[in-house]
């Protein structure tokens, strides 16, 4: 079964943007897309590796 999880660099950095003072409705849509774009590229890299045949 394939897992499509993946941490993104949004979860890592907003609490310390929204701690630092800066408003959650500016820092949310900016890491909701960085974190959409790193499962993106976790499924594509998971894809490879299946197309490849290596074992993973």
């Not at 999880?5 to 909701?32: E, H, K, N, W, Y």
């Amino acid at each position: 079964m394939l897992s499509l999880g993946a941490v993104g660099g949004g979860s890592i950095i907003d609490p310390v943007l929204v701690g630092r003072g800066m408003p959650v409705a500016q820092v949310a849509p900016a890491f909701t897309c960085l974190t959409s774009l790193t499962s993106a590229t976790a499924l594509a890299a998971l894809y490879l590796l299946q197309t490849t045949g290596r074992p993973g």
